[in-house]
């Protein structure tokens, strides 16, 4: 458990080094091409949640992402659910929300700078930390278990038998 979560609070640390260097060099109005056409960063201040929905209820998302970050930090502690795939989710996840959450108590909006040609939405490392995350929980709820049994199954036949045919 504790490599999940040291490496949750270096992505955190990541995620707010960059943030630091954005609103240095690129608030409040900044936009630097980084691919032409496909990515910039754009200096942005979100005070909703993500996509930019629920503008002002910076005091509910605080809220709300301490209890998430909770929830997945007891299903760590607790071995709710094994397996790499579910403790990088559960890294990505809880580093890219605390991310956010710093962001929220001390500033009272999030810095977002990453933008896509083809996503209309202005993101953040934390951002994607958390989607890719969610992502991996999502398959290592449904499909990791049965890559598991399966794996068991074909351990547990004498040799020479194979189930695949």
Do not use: W
């Amino acid at each position: 458990m504790v490599i999940p979560i040291v490496t949750a609070i270096l992505i955190a640390a990541a995620d707010q080094i960059i943030k630091f260097f954005i609103h240095e060099n690129l608030s409040p109005n900044g936009r630097v091409s980084v691919i032409d056409g496909l990515l910039s960063l754009v200096y942005s201040e979100n005070r909703g949640a993500a996509f930019g929905i629920f503008q002002d209820g910076t005091i509910f998302f605080i809220i709300v992402t301490s209890a998430l970050m909770g929830i997945f930090f007891y299903l760590l502690a607790a071995h709710k659910f094994s397996g790499k795939l579910f403790y990088a989710a559960s890294t990505l996840i809880l580093g890219g929300g605390l991310g956010n959450l710093i962001d929220r108590i001390f500033r009272g909006y999030v810095i977002d700078y990453l933008s896509v040609s083809f996503f209309p939405p202005i993101c953040n490392f934390a951002d994607y930390c958390i989607t890719v995350g969610a992502f991996l929980f999502v398959v290592s709820i449904l499909i990791a278990p049965e890559m598991k049994e399966k794996a068991e199954n074909k351990t547990d036949l004498p040799d020479g038998e194979n189930t695949d045919e």
